[in-house]
């Protein structure tokens, strides 16, 4: 009975050194991308920033945030949640990821947002085209314009038909960020 208890508490212990392990720390430095906004407000937040000691981070209008304890992608819906009850971005969507000196054990991951079944940061994996990328976030859903995807990739945007073949196979990278936007009343 005291060895099996022994066991149990160790891999309770061990679930919550890995859980730590993905949270944001104080002191940490992480990286913002932000997409579900015009491209000119995208140079306001994207960027590096920094978690306090206190375990903050501070963002353009809506000020400081709460981040350490938090995993990378549930600061991203904090984040996205605040601009949002703010009336600042109607349909924002974040990526959190480790700054330039701390991404050692990131797990590579990308972001699907917009009108998708289900948005938000995604595992990636070598050889990933625009259209799994889309699948792996429940497809389009009834409002997409599947014609007008975008891709943002090192601060440029790149707009693809995801209805065309060819640009059903082009290749996305970790810490992309792909927006289906909403169509108008002919879905394009």
Known sequence: MKTIL????AVLG?????????TVRPDQR????????????????????????????????IGRVKASGLTKS????SIASKYKAAQIYTDPVFQVFSGADDGANDVLSFTVGG??????QKPWT???????????????????AMNRVKLY???????YDLKRQNHKGVLIYSR?????????????
Do not use: H
């Not at 022994?6 to 508490?9: F, G, L, V």
């Not at 070598?126 to 997409?144: C, F, I, R, S």
């Not at 990739?153 to 707009?159: F, L, Q, T």
């Open 6 to 9: 022994t066991i149990i508490i």
């Open 14 to 22: 061990f679930g919550l050194a890995s859980v730590n392990a993905q």
């Open 30 to 61: 992480l990286g913002l991308s932000i997409s579900g906004v015009p491209v000119s407000e995208k140079g306001r937040l994207d960027a590096e920033y920094s978690v306090s000691s206190d375990g903050y981070i501070t963002m353009w209008i």
């Open 74 to 77: 549930a600061l991203a819906a």
């Open 115 to 120: 009108q998708v079944r289900s948005p938000g």
């Open 126 to 144: 070598k050889g990933m085209t625009l259209y799994t990328a889309v699948q792996a976030a429940g497809g389009e859903n009834q409002y997409a």
């Open 153 to 159: 990739r090192n601060r440029k945007v790149y707009i």
């Open 176 to 188: 992309d960020v792909i927006e289906v936007p909403e169509g108008n009343i002919f879905n394009q």
